[in-house]
């Protein structure tokens, strides 16, 4: 059976809730196994508010990279961030990053196996050679490595058997889709096993840019990796990993929402854009990773994880989306980093520890231009900002009695920033740094004189503690309470305007999280019903706050102020439910209740007018998973899937990119073997083809444009395991 029910014949059957009569066997769920306190543990196990996806659910559900798992977690947004199709927007119960400009943190920590993914851009992960996915909830500072204030995702890719293995698979569909992926591992020697992974993912827009004919949402991807992994013994496990990931999907213009200030109409399809600039876009990351482990002995593991990470975007926005340049922005990113964590996991007869150390360093840099063709001015705007972080963190359980468990942790971060800002003005349209690619012919932009130019450098440190107890009622249900606190580190605004705040050359201070949570686990009737439920409260104080706006007499200004205080508090159930011997169950629901409890705006508190962005106040899914055996020996999955988003601000200030509630129909039928080496896949998305808004640029009028969410899709799935 391809759902995650394991059955006892013996077992008489059951009547639950909803006054359904369930099937006279007795199914049971199976155990699902997280890493989520970096060691392999049972999910009931861990007082973690965590989901974890994996690789049969990911495939049942048509995951095709990290925004599809926004669905299957509570209180999560994990979306495209406006204009792009690789750079992730992240928000985990109210904390994330909503502008994905290089000198920034983010608040949710996405990891690919254990390495720490400094920077959104290319952070939209495709599913590749994954065993699973897994999202923590809540701060992790006192387990993870970096900027866990909201949460974490961690991408966990399959360790070599040692066996040789080869499997390929693809996708057609809708919009021309075309995938394929090919992945496979061999062992070189009997302590050497080498292995990877290559995939492209190909699919034509869903709509156009109805000046240059060129795709708008479409997708251009090819992504590959390698590893090899080495046993010299039982104690011993080192891999080596390379990985790289190229996206040439084009610019995405946004859709105006008013006319032009040319009088354009409005374009009828959401997927269409005017633009006169190119829909040319590159999105490079790459990595390469050296992990080894070594069990020193039964209670004793060392733990190495050194790895470098580089990326490359050129990207272009037109924020008027018209065929003329009255707001346009050419840019390019580039970022890199070094990271290096040892850790010492100790388990003793009562008693576990985790520790470690981190060290951070990295390097992100930029330039764009803001071309405001209406009043002939081009503000062009770069920088760089070098990061140093190091921490060192511990994780103590102690079981001091025979059902309780104490847990007792903290980190200590100090983070190091120096920066470059240049701001300037030009007369014309385009500065000698992008007029060649995006004006050919025509003279550049000429330098009027510089706004902002500084170099500035701060430190800051934080200690982030946490104290937790859970008792283990009986062998189904285990309670747990804790407390977590969260630090993400200040920095420099690269787009700060000193002619018009002097103060950006300061930079902006770190914001923290102090958490609250309690939480159930447990299953009940005979392992029949998984229902694991939190309650949370978090008091967010020093908040980033990006500010941007159109100046009345010319060009654009930007602050990040440590403007907010919120309080967050909600409730986060899932429940999976074994309903008969072919029929699973699955239900989540994230309720949030947000409050500014100050928002200062102009030296004025305007908390009463603002709210969270990216949070709506309920999440929900259902579905069902429902198995059924053919005559051949294989089977036949069917998922249905309800999920539901109300209504949700895109920016702190309600604006008209605010999109209202909406509910997604999906449905999957996937077909397994009965030697289980080849299935085929029929996958339906967003079946009813609501149109719904996942982002936008809010400047007023004419410059208000919007991002979507993808429209109804089909696709043809399969893979075959040679």
């Known amino acids: 059976m391809r759902n995650p029910i394991k059955f006892n014949p013996l077992a008489a059957g059951i009547m639950l809730a909803c006054g359904a009569s369930l099937a006279h066997a ?62 992730l927007t992240a928000f985990i119960r109210g904390i994330g990053q909503q502008d994905p400009l290089w000198g920034f943190e983010p608040g949710v920590g996405i990891y690919i196996d254990d390495v720490y993914v400094a920077r959104p851009q290319g952070a939209v992960l495709d599913i590749l050679d994954v065993e699973r996915v897994e999202v923590l909830r809540g701060p992790q500072g006192t387990l993870y490595g970096k900027n866990t204030i909201g949460g974490a995702v961690k991408y966990v890719t399959k360790k070599m058997t040692g066996d040789t293995e080869l499997k390929i ?14 992945a496979g591992s061999t062992a070189i020697s009997d302590t050497v096993n080498i292995g990877g992974a290559i995939a492209s993912f190909q699919r034509d827009g869903y709509g156009e840019n109805v000046v240059t004919g060129k795709d708008q949402y479409n997708k251009d991807i090819i992504s590959g990796r390698i590893a090899v992994e080495w046993n010299p013994s039982e104690a011993v496990w080192v891999r080596l990993a390379g990985d790289k990931t190229v996206d040439e999907s084009a610019s995405k213009h946004g859709h105006r929402f008013a006319p032009g200030l040319g009088g354009e109409p409005v374009l009828d399809s959401i997927y269409d854009t005017e633009s006169n600039m190119t829909s040319d876009n590159l999105v490079e990351t790459s990595g390469v990773s050296l992990i080894a482990e070594w ?10 994880i050194t790895a470098y ?50 060290y951070y360093t990295g390097t992100a840099a930029g330039a764009f231009d803001a071309v405001l063709g209406y009043i002939n001015l081009t503000q062009q705007v770069a920088g760089s900002v070098d990061t140093t972080s190091l921490s060192a963190y511990a994780h103590y359980n102690w079981q001091f009695a025979e059902a309780w468990n104490l847990s007792v942790g ?6 190091e920033k120096d920066a470059e800002v240049f701001k300037a003005n030009f007369a014309g349209l385009y500065s000698p740094l992008f007029a060649d690619k995006y004006n050919p012919g025509q003279p550049a932009a000429v330098f009027l004189g510089a706004l902002t130019d500084y170099q500035n450098s701060d430190s800051w440190g934080q200690f982030t503690p946490h104290l937790g107890v859970d008792f283990q009622v009986n062998d189904d249900v285990l309670l747990y309470a804790k407390y977590s606190a969260g630090f993400k580190s200040g920095g420099f605004d690269m787009r700060g305007d000193a002619s018009t705040l002097p103060s950006t050359v300061d930079g902006f201070d770190p914001e923290t999280v102090d958490t609250y949570e309690f939480g159930v686990k447990s299953d009940l009737f005979n392992n029949r019903l998984r229902l694991n439920a939190a309650a949370f409260r978090a008091d967010y104080d020093d908040m980033q706050v990006t500010i941007q706006q ?13 403007a907010g205080q919120a309080r967050i508090q909600g409730l986060e159930l899932e429940a999976t439910l074994a309903m008969t011997d072919n029929l699973l169950a699955n239900f989540s629901l994230g ?39 053919m005559g051949n020996g294989g089977e036949l999955v069917f998922l249905p899937t309800i999920s539901y988003r109300a209504d949700t601000q895109i920016f702190e200030t309600p604006s008209i990119l605010d999109q209202e509630a909406y509910t997604l129909v999906d449905m999957t039928a996937t077909y397994y073997s009965a030697a289980g080496n080849w299935n085929l896949g029929l996958a339906g998305k967003n079946l009813t083809d609501e149109e719904y808004r996942v982002g936008g640029y809010g400047f007023g009028g004419a410059f208000d444009t919007g991002f979507y969410g993808a429209p109804r899709t089909i696709a043809l799935t399969g893979s075959y395991n040679f």
């Open 591 to 629: 309720l949030a209740d947000t409050e500014f409890v100050e928002f200062i705006s102009g030296g004025v508190d305007v908390s009463d007018e603002r709210d969270m962005q990216n949070t709506p106040d309920t999440t929900a899914m259902f579905q069902l998973n429902y198995s059924v055996p």
């Open 550 to 562: 159109l100046n009345p007499g010319g060009g654009f200004s930007s602050a990040v102020l440590n």
């Open 26 to 87: 007795d199914p049971q769920l199976e155990e699902v196994t997280v890493t989520a306190q970096k060691r392999e543990q049972s999910m009931q196990e861990v007082p973690v508010a965590v989901t974890a996806i994996n690789s049969d659910q990911l495939m049942q559900n048509g995951v095709s990279d990290l925004t599809d798992i926004q669905k299957l977690s509570p209180n999560t947004t994990l979306q495209a961030s406006r204009g792009t199709n690789s750079t």
């Open 169 to 182: 698979g693809g996708g057609l569909g809708s919009y021309n889709q075309r995938d394929l992926k090919v």
């Open 309 to 358: 990470r580089q990326g490359e975007t050129e990207t272009a926005i037109d924020f008027d989306s018209t065929s003329r340049p009255d707001f346009d922005v050419p840019a390019y990113y580039e970022d890199d980093q070094t990271t290096q964590e040892f850790q010492l996991i100790w388990q003793g007869d009562n008693a576990d520890l985790v520790s470690g150390l981190y």
């Open 295 to 304: 069990e020193m002995s039964d209670s004793v593991t060392v733990k190495s």
């Open 410 to 415: 903290g980190r200590y971060t100090k983070d």
